[in-house]
């Protein structure tokens, strides 16, 4: 080929003004400019917004790395003069170099998860097995280092690529931190943070030399327990509720007696037959030893804590049932339960009752209660039979008191029973007083009076 050949070829190349990368996606860490077939020139533009690096190589190395910024490819600069050195080999390719933009911002949300459990030794429960899951977060903050090591050619690196690597790196070291930090299991919860501040931590500088990246964030989502072991923890947990393993083992036998009860099948009516001839007195006699225990099960009061005392002997005993269960009680233990929670239903039942009865229709616990306290009557309103410019009518004393405040020029007269004459009201002690008149001493007399003339 011709040196014309070649100028007339590099000609119809198409120049570049703008070198730029806008991303559109989530996942492209490094992209490299199409530069094929295409002309840059020493006027050419190269933009890196904030987020983004731009790697030069030139020649197959690497040149220069620019952060955010607006740069022109003059020759004058160094690294632009290396990386255009070729300049004076080939017309036809003038440029052997690419432009490499890197995103330096944060890729978030990269799951993390162990495969399979890995033991772990508690000093309560022993040696265990967990399984633990996350995020992590990471940003390259060497882009040279990154291109080194990890993207090498290629065009379109994106986070695929390396967040597989990276899960192993991470498990692998919680599962050392979870190990070197003598956690207790129960206690791994309330150190979440401060373990996943340590992974990171003790991670970053290899993270950094190896591969250019920093590890900006690891967040532990759940570390869990085998179900059997959580199974058992549970019924732990149950137990130390109970604090009596007695007292569980009697609450499982009544949960039993109670589900077989309820069964309407045959089989569940042979269970419960059988649990009432064969289980009654095992749980009568267990029932009895609660009682006789102070802060286990109380048949009586159907509660934890110290028994109820016996009736006292020769009086009627009666069946209770109440806010704390049914028992065996005299009247007046009865009356003292309502006394202790009046706005409950206590229901009182003996021998030869149809069915159960309110403690009000049991006289002999209603007599134990001393009567209800009763309400004063409302006073009676004071009512006067009033005339005045509307007629006559009968109106309170707050009425009449309002009338002569509307009119107080008008005539105001007023009368009640026992009174001789009807009176201007002004002159009633008691309208007096609200309207701020003193009124002199009124006589006493029978008989209604006629009504004033108008």
């Known amino acids: 080929m011709g040196i014309w050949d070649r100028i007339k070829g ?13 991303d559109n996606t989530n996942d492209t860490v490094v992209w490299r400019f199409p530069i094929h ?8 533009k ?21 952060g955010p910024g607006t740069y022109t490819l003059d020759t004058a600069n160094q690294p632009i003069t290396s990386f255009f050195r070729t300049i004076a ?26 495969q399979n459990p890995f033991m772990m030794r508690d000093a309560e429960f022993g040696p265990v097995r967990v399984r633990a899951f996350g995020t992590f977060s990471f940003r390259v903050t060497d882009p040279a ?9 290629d065009g379109r690196f994106t986070t695929d690529e390396i ?29 979440y943070t401060d373990l ?12 950094q030399s190896e591969y250019g990246l920093t590890l900006t964030d690891f967040t532990i989502g759940n570390i869990s327990l085998p179900p059997e072991v959580e199974q058992a923890l549970d019924t732990r947990s149950r137990m130390g509720i109970l604090g009596d393993l007695n007292a569980y083992t009697r609450l499982q036998a009544a949960d039993a007696l109670q589900a077989a009860a309820s069964n309407p099948g045959v089989g569940g009516a042979g269970v419960g037959l059988g649990m009432g001839v064969g289980v009654g007195g095992m749980m009568s006699q267990m029932l009895g030893q609660a009682t006789a225990a102070p802060g286990t099960f109380n048949p009586q009061t159907g509660m934890g804590g110290a028994p109820t005392p016996p009736p006292v002997p020769g009086s009627a005993v009666y069946h209770y049932n109440g806010p704390t269960g049914q028992a065996q009680l005299s009247a007046a233990q009865i009356a003292a ?3 202790g929670d009046p706005d409950a239903d206590h229901l009182v039942w003996a021998a030869g009752w149809p069915s159960w009865k309110s403690w009000k229709d049991v006289p002999e616990v209603a007599g134990q209660l001393p009567p209800p306290v009763a309400a004063p009557p409302p006073a009676p309103a004071t009512t006067y039979l009033y005339h005045g410019a509307e007629g006559q009518q009968e109106l309170s004393l707050a009425a009449v008191v309002a009338a002569v405040r509307a009119a107080p020029e008008g005539g105001h007269h007023v009368w009640r029973p026992g009174w001789p004459a009807w009176k201007p009201a002004a002159e009633v002690p008691e309208i007096a007083a609200r309207l701020g008149v003193e009124p002199p001493p009124m006589p006493g007399s029978d008989g209604p009076p006629p009504p004033p003339s108008a």
């Open 46 to 66: 190269v933009i890196v917004r904030e987020g983004q690096a731009a790697v030069f190589v030139a020649e197959g190395q690497l040149s220069e790395v620019f």
């Open 10 to 22: 590099q000609a119809g190349a198409q120049f570049l003004d703008v070198l730029q990368w806008l």
């Open 337 to 339: 339960r309502v006394q």
């Open 196 to 207: 996943g501040d340590k992974i990171a931590a003790q991670m970053n500088p290899g993270f």
């Open 89 to 114: 080999y080939a017309l036809e390719n003038p440029y052997k170099g690419d432009v490499l933009f890197v995103s330096t911002r944060q890729f978030t949300a990269n799951g993390w998860g162990t």
């Open 163 to 191: 967040t597989g690597q990276l899960k192993k790196r991470v498990v692998a070291a919680f599962t050392a931190a979870v190990a070197q930090a003598k956690v207790p299991v129960l206690d791994l919860a309330a150190h």
């Open 37 to 44: 077939d295409q002309a840059i020139t020493d006027q050419s």
């Open 145 to 153: 280092t990154f291109i080194r090591q990890i993207v090498g050619t």
